[in-house]
């Protein structure tokens, strides 16, 4: 983003505007937490905003704070689909093509209003008239803070905005060990701290709220654990029925892939979990080193996502699924082997 382009930003933002703040679908802790941030602080400019999302998230993300305004498209297509049409701007935050939005595609591309891109994945299509794209950031959350930075309004940020970002920075980088945590990250989360986020709440709200269910899902998923020795590759299973037995509800195995990548000598982990509803296998990958699952995803798996972690689907059954994720591992050996 250049000085003209910032400029340009500041003069839309300095009258009241409407504005729609919009993430991908199934949306992640980084979606949450930037759409989020980024909701309070354009409040502060009086600006009438709303954050929209395709579909549910996981409960453990539903004390965010300005979580009790977002509306949900699938639930609520009518007022979504007439907010977008009558914004004047639209922020797509954590995603860089309008196929990430699901149902919102549509409606979406229709849209006449002026476009602006904060993400930090690979590739982003061309459809924004602003675009903040940085692929080595650790998170869409620590771009919101760089874009308020850049408008000079870091004297804005309060205890709802820091603790927003805080939630993106924290899960994004998988509580700062991710090779994307660099030492700016860290310098950020200080100051959000400084502006009063609660660093131990937050990790709590996320991580230590633990339904029984969710835990016997996760017994079921590691008893459900391959290795492919060869390729230095792990990969987890769960069925329809799997998830079922367990009461699963949406974002119940959050994680659950980094047990993979956990074992001695694995260079890459996968989990495949079976959807009905949606006649799809769900796919997330995550490798070490320089190995990059968003090719791999991209070429494979119709996804993509960044070099350490990404995400697929499948149309196969789980079964054949797995099997052609074993079936392409032997042409990637030498790449893993080398890692």
Known sequence: MNKQDILSIKQLLSTTTK???VPHKNPDGDAIGSTLGLY?????????VNVLVPNDYPTFLKWIPGNDTILKHDSQTTECDALINDADIIFTLDFNAFHRTGSMETVLTKSKALKIMIDHHQAPDDY?????????????CEMVYHFIDILEDTNLIDKNI????????????GSFRFASTTSTTHKIIAKLIEKGAN?????????????Y???????CALSNLKVVPESKAAYITLSQDELNKFNYKKGDT??????GLSLDNIKLAAIFIEDRQEGIIKISLRSKGNFSVNEMSRAHFEGGGHTNAAGGKSDLSLK????KFISILSSYNKALSDE
């Open 19 to 21: 504005i729609v703040i």
């Open 199 to 211: 660093n131990t709440e937050i990790h709590n709200n996320i991580y230590d709220t633990n339904s």
């Open 254 to 259: 959050e994680g659950f892939v980094n047990y």
């Open 162 to 173: 820091a603790t927003c970002l805080y939630v993106g920075i924290m899960t994004d980088t």
């Open 320 to 323: 054949d699924t797995v099997e």
């Open 213 to 219: 269910e969710r835990l016997q899902l996760l017994g």
């Open 128 to 140: 924004a008239t602003y675009t903040f794209s940085d692929v080595s950031m650790s998170s869409t």
């Open 40 to 48: 309070h602080y354009l409040l502060k400019g009086n600006h009438q």
